[in-house]
């Protein structure tokens, strides 16, 4: 295989095209306590599921910055963690 910049940024090291996974523990964290804002929107649980939902994505971010399998990858790892960070301030 060629070593292009395609190939850099779209696929992994088995040289499968990689844009998107199965959720890992962080993403399926989040997911879950985004949908249970919805039913609490209000107290201390919302406000617990809302440090939950911050911090795990937070993680799901971090990991793909500096493990993501391909370019792509880890550019969405940067763009999340920048918004996320932006949105907080």
């Given at each position: 295989?060629?070593?292009?910049?395609?190939n850099?940024?779209?696929?992994?090291?088995?040289?499968?095209?990689?844009?998107?996974?199965?959720?890992?523990?962080?993403?399926?964290?989040?997911i879950?306590?985004?949908?249970?804002k919805?039913?609490?929107?209000?107290?201390?649980i919302?406000?617990g599921?809302?440090?939950?939902?911050?911090?795990?994505?937070?993680?799901w971010?971090?990991?793909?910055l500096?493990?993501?399998v391909?370019?792509?990858?880890?550019?969405?790892?940067?763009?999340?963690l920048?918004?996320l960070?932006?949105?907080?301030?």
């Amino acid at each position: 295989m060629e070593d292009t910049l395609f190939n850099k940024v779209f696929r992994d090291n088995e040289g499968k095209i990689v844009l998107a996974q199965m959720p890992n523990l962080p993403l399926i964290v989040w997911i879950v306590a985004s949908l249970l804002k919805l039913i609490f929107t209000t107290g201390k649980i919302s406000i617990g599921l809302e440090v939950l939902a911050f911090g795990s994505l937070f993680t799901w971010a971090w990991e793909e910055l500096f493990q993501g399998v391909n370019y792509f990858r880890r550019a969405l790892g940067i763009l999340v963690l920048v918004s996320l960070i932006a949105s907080k301030i």
